[in-house]
């Protein structure tokens, strides 16, 4: 699905690295999500951002920072990278609809190896 | 958000329904249930999701049982790009994340 975009797509990058994933989104979502693969298991939540202004932890926030840039726009910072950040990174959207459901928008993800 | 279980793999001739159960015997009474699916480590794909009520889209249909306590996802003509992970995931209105557990390997064979 086009609507969320990532760059890059892949990544291999050298420990104590900095490098930032970004994320861009044309559904018109207030709502932007970071979270991280690794092989075999389940997604974790980074960070989320409910608007512009807001930016909240999850549940493997260290190491980590983002940077909410506009409402299209949603960054993933790792200030220095270690082996143990390689995995595949997914941003998602979804909109906010007060009391009912807002499902979440995966983007294609970034595959980032830390060497 | 509560607990779910699936089995870990099933296998479904192309063709016909796959029909993907859910355990959430600890589910709430303002929890959703999801279903995504992931096609070889491609972003996860939302495919549908119900409260109470069976739900059907142009992908799925979701069936979950009175109590709520499970449900099973039904892919009615399965095709061979239907092979992949299907999670379940049970979610409060409005949470801030999807807890996505090992899922369900879907083999969809010729």
């Known amino acids: 699905d086009a609507d969320v975009t990532q760059t890059p797509r892949n990544r291999i990058t050298k420990t104590g690295k900095r490098i930032m994933l970004e994320c861009s989104q044309t559904k018109g979502h207030d709502r932007m999500y970071w979270y991280r693969q690794d092989p075999g298991l389940g997604l974790r939540l980074i960070y989320y951002?409910?608007?512009?202004?807001?930016?909240n932890k999850g549940e493997i926030s260290d190491g980590y920072s983002v940077s909410r840039q506009a409402q299209a726009k949603f960054s993933l910072s790792l200030e220095s990278a270690i082996p143990n950040q390689t995995a595949l990174y997914f941003c998602?959207?979804?909109?906010?609809?007060?009391?009912?459901?807002?499902?979440?928008?995966f983007g294609p993800g970034t595959r980032l190896t830390v060497l | 958000d509560a607990k779910t279980t699936q089995p870990t793999s099933m296998d479904c001739a192309e063709g016909r329904a796959a029909n993907l159960p859910c355990n959430h015997s600890t589910i709430s009474g303002n929890e959703y249930v999801y279903w995504y699916r992931q096609i070889h480590s491609q972003g996860p794909q939302y495919i549908i999701h119900g409260l109470k009520n069976n739900e059907t889209n142009e992908m799925a249909s979701l069936i979950i049982t009175e109590d709520r306590k499970s449900s099973t996802l039904i892919l009615p003509h399965a095709t061979l790009r239907d092979t992949a992970v299907y999670y379940c995931i049970v979610r409060v209105v409005n949470g801030n994340k999807l807890v996505f557990g090992a899922g369900t390997i879907l083999r969809v064979k010729s």
């Open positions: 951002s409910f608007d512009v202004k807001d930016i």
């Open positions: 998602a959207t979804s909109e906010n609809r007060g009391g009912s459901s807002d499902t979440q928008y």
